[in-house]
C-alpha cells in the first residue's frame, strides 16, 4: 500500500520515495505527497527528481495512485525526490476550504445545499439547490462566508470510526453508501463551525483562504443555481 503523506500533512511539499513499479507513462511510488484527485479537487502536478533527471508529474491517477510522467521512467528500486507544484496546490487548498466555509454557511444559515462542485487553483464552480435560489441569497451567502474567515477558525482534521460516523448525520453531505467500504472515516473539521467527511487538503486556519468573491451567477432552473467563485488574497 502507498502512503499518502498529503492526508496528514497537506503543507507537504518535497518528500523522498522508492520506485516499486514503473510502466510508461506511470510511475509508482511507495510514499507520495501528490493529491490523486476526487471529491472535486483536482490531481497535483510537479517534478520527480531522480539523479540528475528531473521529470514533469502532469497529473495523478485517481484509482491507483499512478504518477503519470513525461519522459522516461526511473527504473523499480530507485530512490527519487517528489517536488510538488506548491504555489499552485496552495491557491487549490485554499479554494477548497473556501467552497467548505461557503457549504456550512449556505446549510446552516440559509437551508442551502450544495450538489457538487469542482476545484481550480483560485477559483471554483459550485452547484447550489434550494426553493426559489436568487442572486441575492447568493450574494447574502457570499457575505456571510466572508463574516466566518475573518474569525479565523482552525481547521482541523480526525478520524471517526465507521460506527461513530453513523452518528453523526450532520457530517453526511453526501451518499453515506459511499463511505460503507471504509473503517475509519477522515473528517475535516471547522473548529467550533463545520466537519465534512473529506479526503481533500485544506489550509490550517481561515484566514490563509484570504477573500471569496462571486465571479459568475447561472440559473439552471428555479431551483437549481451554478455559481462561480474566485479566492484571492485578502
Ligand atoms: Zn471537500
Given at each position: ?83 510538488i507544484?506548491?504555489?499552485?496546490r ?7 476550504t ?46 456571510s ?24 448525520p ?65
Open positions: 500500500m502507498v502512503e499518502l503523506l498529503y492526508l496528514d500533512d497537506a503543507y507537504l511539499v518535497e518528500f523522498e520515495a522508492e520506485v516499486v513499479d514503473a510502466h510508461a507513462p506511470l510511475l509508482y511510488l511507495d510514499r507520495t505527497a501528490f493529491y490523486p484527485g476526487g471529491g472535486g479537487q483536482p490531481s497535483d502536478t510537479g517534478i520527480i527528481k531522480y539523479g540528475d533527471s528531473e521529470l514533469k508529474v502532469v497529473g495523478m491517477e485517481r484509482e491507483d495512485f499512478g504518477h503519470v510522467i513525461e519522459g522516461e521512467l526511473p527504473r523499480k528500486g530507485s530512490r527519487v525526490k517528489g517536488i507544484d506548491w504555489e499552485r496552495y491557491k487549490i487548498m485554499r479554494t477548497h473556501a467552497v467548505h466555509v461557503i457549504s456550512g454557511v449556505a446549510y446552516m444559515n440559509f437551508g442551502v445545499k450544495i450538489t457538487g462542485n469542482q476545484l481550480y487553483p483560485g477559483r471554483a464552480r459550485v452547484d447550489l439547490s434550494f426553493e426559489s435560489l436568487s442572486r441575492e441569497l447568493v450574494e447574502d451567502i457570499i457575505e462566508s466572508n463574516e466566518i474567515i475573518k474569525k479565523d477558525y482552525k481547521v482541523n482534521v480526525l478520524y471517526l470510526t465507521k460506527e461513530e460516523f453513523i452518528n453523526r450532520d457530517l453526511m453531505r453526501v451518499n453515506p453508501k459511499l463511505y460503507e467500504k471504509y473503517d475509519q472515516i477522515r473528517v475535516v473539521e471547522i473548529v467550533g463551525f463545520d466537519a465534512q467527511a473529506d479526503g481533500g487538503t485544506h489550509v490550517k486556519s481561515l484566514r490563509e483562504i484570504g477573500k471569496i468573491s462571486l465571479e459568475k451567477y447561472e440559473s439552471k432552473g428555479r431551483k437549481n443555481k451554478r455559481i462561480y467563485v474566485v479566492v484571492e488574497n485578502a
